[in-house]
């Protein structure tokens, strides 16, 4: 093997065998290379789950979506596909950061099934509970236009002044 003589370091001279340092040099760049390749990795299999959760939250959004457009038609327009992906988005980082355990274990919490099976329930009571005030106040409308006078209502009705005791 051949030596060179490299510049003398802390005074004495430094041999190296030729060949060696590009050796180093050459597993210092795979190091380098295969470091930025798994962290690349990890990247990429960090965007691909968030992708995967973001794609479960969406489905899950979709039926919120259609349970409440069914309900309220106005709210239709509301709920149109950028909204949900961003809810979707937000439902899947918070999943992360709060550990939820994914849409599945949220979708099948008992407290879920619960809000699902109570909704329409509210929103018929809601809806009959107005509907019977609004009822209400046309009949007490209606009574009001019927009151007695006590006086002749043909005589009222043909502007002449009403006749007492007649």
Not at 27 to 34: C, I, M, R
Not at 69 to 98: F, M
Not at 124 to 138: D, I, L, M, P, Y
Request: some cysteine; overall charge negative.
């Amino acid at each position: 093997m051949q030596t060179i003589e490299k510049q003398p370091q802390d005074g004495q001279p430094a041999l190296e065998f030729a060949g060696l340092s590009s050796i180093a040099d050459e597993e210092a760049a795979e190091t380098v290379q295969l470091e930025a390749e798994a962290q690349a990795g990890q990247q990429a299999e960090a965007e691909a789950r968030a992708e995967d959760a973001t794609a479960g939250w969406l489905q899950a959004v979709d039926v919120a979506g259609e349970i409440i457009s069914a309900t309220w038609q106005s709210a239709r327009p509301v709920w149109n596909p950028p909204a949900k992906e961003r809810l979707a988005s937000a439902l899947a980082h918070c999943d992360e950061v709060y550990g939820w355990g994914g849409v599945g274990a949220i979708m099948s919490h008992p407290l879920l099934g619960l809000a699902f099976a109570a909704f329409p329930l509210v929103v018929g009571t809601a809806k009959a509970v107005a509907e019977e005030r609004r009822q209400a106040a046309v009949d007490v409308e209606a009574r009001e236009v019927v009151k007695p006078n006590g006086g002749d209502p043909m005589a009222a009705a043909a502007g002449a002044p009403a006749e007492q005791g007649a």
